[in-house]
């Protein structure tokens, strides 16, 4: 089977993409990440890709602090596209993608929210559970739509918050889960196995 073209942004440290490039390289997942960009020219995530010899370009956002100018929204998409992409993961990058680019992969843009959706949208999610005082927690992987973690939910893995637990130790327990089951919805989209249903994902039979 040829390999799904992944490109991935991200905005800092680059965990979740070193774990899909990890799981890439030892053949868990029938894609190859194609090409990293990321609107931070100091992103962690950058130096990460060069340990796996991928292809990292930081792109300048344009003025904006929540979303990409739309000349910057071009530049991604034209980079992607030069690429070949044929899934967008988005892997910590602290940006809103409008129209354009939504328009320009239509439901081929997956996203990991550390926080059992719809429960607790937008930033800070794991503080916002642990601060709410909620009994489980979790992470979900979702497509992207117009609004903020809104899109149709792929996979949601749930993580139970301990007495002793703090925000930093649930937040780290919650990204074990992460690194998980980014890839596994990865795989699910490589192998055609994911239908969407109005909001319903359906996970389609081998």
Do not use: W
């Amino acid at each position: 089977m040829k390999p799904l073209i992944l490109g991935v942004l991200a905005s800092g440290r680059g965990s979740n993409f070193e774990a899909i490039a990890k799981n890439c390289a030892e053949g868990k997942i029938d894609a190859r990440i194609a090409i990293l960009l990321s609107d931070n020219p100091n992103a962690k995530a950058l130096e990460r890709a060069k340990v796996y010899g991928i292809e990292a370009r930081y792109v300048d956002p344009g003025p904006y602090k929540t979303k990409l100018s739309p000349e910057a929204e071009e530049e991604y998409v034209r980079i992607l596209k030069e690429h070949g992409v044929e899934l967008v993961c988005l892997a910590g990058f602290m940006r809103i993608l409008k129209s354009h680019f939504l328009r320009s992969f239509p439901y081929r843009i997956m996203n990991i929210h550390p926080a059992l959706l719809p429960a607790f949208p937008g930033l800070h999610a794991q503080k916002q559970a642990f601060d709410y005082g909620v009994k489980v927690s979790g992470c979900t992987v979702h497509f992207v739509d117009e609004g903020i973690d809104t899109g149709p939910i792929i996979i949601q893995r749930a993580v139970p918050v301990l007495e002793d637990d703090t925000a930093e130790t649930l937040a780290a327990r919650i990204l074990a889960e992460e690194h998980k089951i980014y890839s596994e919805a990865i795989q699910l989209f490589a192998e055609g196995r994911l239908k969407i249903e109005g909001r319903k994902v359906r996970v389609l039979p081998k």
